[in-house]
Structure formats: C-alpha cells, structure tokens
C-alpha cells in the first residue's frame, strides 16, 4: 500500500511569515496534486505536478516535485490570513487516488 | 455553475436509522467518487463510479451502499447507522481519460449518528 506522509500536521504562525509544508511517499509517484480545504468546503485543487524536479508557482505559493519524485513541497511566502485551510497531497494510486492527511494552517491576523 | 450538489448538508441520525446521501453533478463527468473524512484526516474513498451502470468498492465500503443508473447521479446509502459513520462525506466527480486529472468536489455532507 503505497502511503503519503504530511508534515506538519499542524503549524500555525503570523500573518507576513514564511512557511513550508511537505508531502513523502513510500514509493515513486507519477504525478502529484495539491488540494485546498477551506472550512465547510470540499478540496480544490492547487495544482499538478508531474516532472521530477519541477518547481510551479501560484502567485506566493511555490510547489516543487522532487527529483526522485518521491516527495513535494509547498512554500508559501508573506502569508495572509487567506491561506488558513487544510492543504492536502494526493497521488494517483493502482486504482484510485491516495490522499495525505494533511496540513492544517493557520494564519493568525 | 451548479457543478458538485451534495444533499443534505448536515442530518442527525439514530443509530439502526437509514438515509442516503445524494450526490448530482452538471459536468457530464464519467468518473464519481464518495469520500469520508473524519476529523483532522484526509479523505478515504467509500465506493467509485467510472459510469453509470459500474460502482466499485474504495478503501472503507463496509455499511455503505451506491448506484449509478445516470451519469449525473450518484448516491450513497446508509442502511443500518452506526457511530462510527459520524463523519463529513464528499462527493466528486471527474472527466475521463486524464491521469492527472481534477478532482470536483461537492461541498460535503456533515452526518452525525447519536
């Protein structure tokens, strides 16, 4: 069973930080998706990541896949209050998508 | 842009009580999907659909039951509630033939089973 791993759980700072969050798998994945949960909503999605090595950017949010596409990261810059949510890392599995459990944030004002 | 409908959004269930859980999507998607997510987890997906006619089972189907008999509809039932079913349940949908394909997702049922 191929299993995701998010860190940290949890992390909650000021507003104006930096932050990073990650995603490690077992195994080697194909492709890679970051999802937002904002409270009382469903997941959407950040973005795909597919190329070992790649870097994509969505405005202050920088998501990188690692080169032995094994693992991922998202970087946020100068947080805002906007960015509270759970971010969430899903692979394609054999038959299904796989989701991490995912990093709660929060942005303090 | 309706997109995901999920209905109801909340609901208090006896236990032993049944209720089913719809799910509609306007998207003309193939692919549909029922997720659990229990407080601070992820998603665990319940059953799946990649058209009507075809339901298979994901990682925790035990207690629960799907149909497909449109491609616009989707859902899940509860036949005997039990406890551990209190959860937030997510249906999504997705179009076919794209390995990295989105994920659409409703805006999630809260079921709590007392």
């Known amino acids: 069973t191929q299993l995701l791993e998010q860190s940290p759980q949890f992390l909650s700072i000021q507003e104006g930080e930096n932050l990073t969050v990650y995603c490690n798998s077992s195994s080697v994945f194909s492709s890679l998706q970051w999802y937002r949960q904002e409270p009382g909503e469903g997941p959407v999605l950040l973005v795909t990541v597919v190329t070992g090595g790649e870097v994509k950017k969505l405005k202050r949010l920088t998501f990188q896949f690692g080169d032995a596409r094994k693992d991922s990261s998202l970087h946020i810059t100068a947080a805002q209050p906007g960015d509270t949510g759970l971010y969430l890392c899903?692979?394609?599995?054999?038959?299904?998508?796989?989701f991490g459990q995912g990093t709660r944030l929060t942005i303090n004002p | 842009n309706a997109g995901v409908t999920q209905t109801p959004k909340f609901r208090i269930l006896k236990i032993g009580q049944s209720m089913t859980l719809q799910c509609a999507q306007d998207m003309n998607h193939n692919y549909m999907y029922w997720y659990r997510q229990d407080p601070g987890m992820g998603l665990k997906l319940i059953y799946y659909?990649?058209?009507?006619?075809?339901?298979d089972k994901g990682e925790v189907p035990n207690g629960y039951n799907v149909s497909r008999s449109t491609t616009e509809d989707f859902p899940l039932r509860l036949e005997l509630a039990a406890p551990s079913q209190t959860s937030v349940y997510f249906c999504a949908s997705a179009p076919p033939g794209q390995v990295t394909g989105e994920l659409f997702f409703g805006e999630g049922s809260r079921l709590t089973v007392l």
């Open positions: 899903v692979i394609q599995g054999a038959q299904k998508l796989v």
């Open positions: 659909s990649v058209g009507a006619g075809i339901t």
